[in-house]
Nanobody, 120 residues
Framework: QVQLVESGGGLVQAGGSLTLSCEAS????????MAWYRQTLGMQRELVAR???????NYADSVKGRFTISRDNAKKTVYLQMNKLKPEDTDVYYC??????????????WGQGTRVTVSS
C-alpha cells in the first residue's frame, strides 16, 4: 500500500508564508513527477506547481514568483513554500505523485488535502 500524508496548512494573514509538506510511504520503487493542486468546493482541481524527477518545475501563472516547489527524494517528500500569500490563495491543497511501485507499474496517488486560509 502507498500513502501520501500532507501537513503544513493553516490560517495565515495576507502577505504571510506557509510551507506544505507531503510524504509518501509504502511499496514505492521510485517517484517520477510530484505536484501540488488546489481546489475550491464545487470547482475543478487546478495545478499549482509540478516538479519532475530531474528537478524541472512549472507553476500556475497565479503563483509564479511567490510559490516554490521542491522535493527530497531520499525522504520521498515534496514541499510547497508559499510566500506573499493572498486571500485568493485560500483553498484545499492536494499533493499528487506519479510513482512506480515495487510491482514496476506507475500509479497516481493523492494526499488527503490540507486547508490553507489566508485572511485579508
Amino acid at each position: 500500500q502507498v500513502q501520501l500524508v500532507e501537513s503544513g496548512g493553516g490560517l495565515v494573514q495576507a502577505g504571510g508564508s506557509l510551507t506544505l509538506s507531503c510524504e509518501a510511504s509504502g511499496s514505492i520503487f521510485s517517484i517520477n513527477d510530484m505536484a501540488w493542486y488546489r481546489q475550491t468546493l464545487g470547482m475543478q482541481r487546478e495545478l499549482v506547481a509540478r516538479i519532475t524527477s530531474a528537478g524541472s518545475s512549472n507553476y500556475a501563472d497565479s503563483v509564479k514568483g511567490r510559490f516554490t516547489i521542491s522535493r527530497d527524494n531520499a525522504k520521498k517528500t515534496v514541499y510547497l513554500q508559499m510566500n506573499k500569500l493572498k486571500p485568493e490563495d485560500t483553498d484545499v491543497y492536494y499533493c499528487n505523485m506519479l510513482l512506480v511501485k515495487t510491482d514496476k507499474y506507475q500509479y497516481s496517488y493523492w494526499g488527503q488535502g490540507t486547508r490553507v486560509t489566508v485572511s485579508s
